[in-house]
């Protein structure tokens, strides 16, 4: 069982920056990929970006790209995304989930999800 926790979300001004932070525990270990997805009322889940866990490498959703950084931590089990030059149309609530399986990093086929937090973004 993986359990992952969101924080760092909040309301930030139209260009401002915000970081969110995606804490992992239990059997966490070398996931396929660590991904970020967002939601916004009446609309579905969507895919942000996430990073593949043993290439250590990073993708991104054309609307973000450019804007938006993931990171990680090993040593604290923690993934980052860093979100500048905020726009209104990126608020929503914004998930971490873990994937153990292997095709599909970019759409929602994840294995654990987080509770997700706010991110409000004003003009």
């Known amino acids: 069982q993986v359990q992952l926790v969101e924080s760092g979300g909040g309301l930030v001004q139209a260009g401002g920056s915000l970081r969110v932070t995606c804490a992992a525990s239990g059997l966490f270990f070398s996931p396929t990929a660590m991904g970020w997805f967002r939601q916004a009322p009446g609309k579905e889940r969507e895919f942000v970006g996430a990073i593949h866990w043993n290439l250590d490498r990073t993708y991104y959703a054309d609307s973000v790209k450019g804007r938006f950084t993931i990171s990680r931590d090993n040593a604290k089990n923690t993934v980052y995304l860093q979100m500048n030059s905020l726009k209104p149309e990126d608020t929503a609530v914004y998930y971490c989930?873990?994937?153990?399986?292997?095709?599909?990093?970019?759409?929602?086929?994840?294995?654990?999800w987080g509770q997700g937090t706010q991110v409000t973004v004003s003009s």
């Open positions: 989930a873990a994937k153990y399986s292997g095709l599909g990093l970019t759409t929602t086929r994840y294995d654990y």
